[in-house]
T-cell receptor, first 113, second 113 residues
Framework: KAGVTQTPRYLIKTRGQQVTLSCSPI?????VSWYQQTPGQGLQFLFE???????NKGNFPGRFSGRQFSNSRSEMNVSTLELGDSALYLC????????????FGPGTRLLVL | QKEVEQDPGPLSVPEGAIVSLNCTYS??????FMWYRQYSRKGPELLMY????GNKEDGRFTAQVDKSSKYISLFIRDSQPSDSATYLC?????????????FGQGTILTVHP
């Protein structure tokens, strides 16, 4: 079974631009969560989607948004990029997000210049 | 104060040593506890999860939970160079919502031959 895939793996953007990251969960998994990982703040939860609906949301500004499609694939968007948005963005999937293992993808490394 | 505190290290030990990694948490709603391992440039992978207070063993790894003290530990016996990674403790919000995990800062471990 293929694991969680994320595209692109690396991205360089400039301040003020927007970016869209993509995540394909493990086949059959309906819950997709997104996390931001930085050296200073560690791994922080962004949001979780289940059956195309946002089920949980972390404490990030509205510039961070996401969506999930009917095939469970998910995208996250960051608008008006700031230098502090430079991070590793991780996607994780699980069957339904309740008492189950979350499987993480390799992440997308975003650098904002 | 963060909900989950973890000493970031770094921790350097010789091969064969017993490693002790620890986290403390403040939110009494946390009922399930997980340990993830993250190799450089990879996503986190689940090592162990536990619910009840006490010990859970899996090969060279032992997870220990003390809910009365809000303290969890991961022990690695006979440590190997391949154990060199960042170790993250994680707890699902609301007890069962695995889609939203709160992570510790992560401890960087190096096992040298």
């Amino acid at each position: 079974k293929a694991g969680v895939t994320q595209t692109p793996r690396y991205l360089i953007k400039t301040r003020g631009q927007q970016v869209t990251l993509s995540c394909s969960p493990i086949s059959g998994h309906r819950s997709v969560s997104w996390y931001q990982q930085t050296p200073g703040q560690g791994l922080q939860f962004l949001f979780e989607y289940f059956s195309e609906t946002q089920r949980n949301k972390g404490n990030f500004p509205g510039r961070f948004s996401g969506r999930q499609f009917s095939n469970s694939r998910s995208e996250m968007n960051v608008s008006t990029l700031e230098l502090g948005d430079s991070a590793l963005y991780l996607c994780a999937s699980s069957l339904e997000g309740v008492r189950e293992t979350q499987y993480f993808g390799p992440g997308t490394r975003l650098l904002v210049l | 104060q963060k909900e989950v505190e973890q000493d970031p290290g770094p921790l350097s030990v010789p091969e064969g040593a017993i490693v002790s990694l620890n986290c403390t948490y403040s939110n009494s709603a946390f009922q399930y506890f997980m340990w993830y391992r993250q190799y450089s440039r990879k996503g986190p992978e689940l090592l162990m999860y536990t619910y009840s207070s006490g010990n859970k063993e899996d090969g060279r790894f032992t997870a220990q939970v003390d809910k009365s003290s809000k303290y969890i530990s991961l022990f690695i016996r006979d440590s190997q160079p391949s154990d060199s990674a960042t170790y993250l403790c994680a707890m699902p919000a609301g007890g069962t919502s695995y889609g939203k995990l709160t992570f510790g800062q992560g401890t960087i471990l190096t096992v040298h031959p």
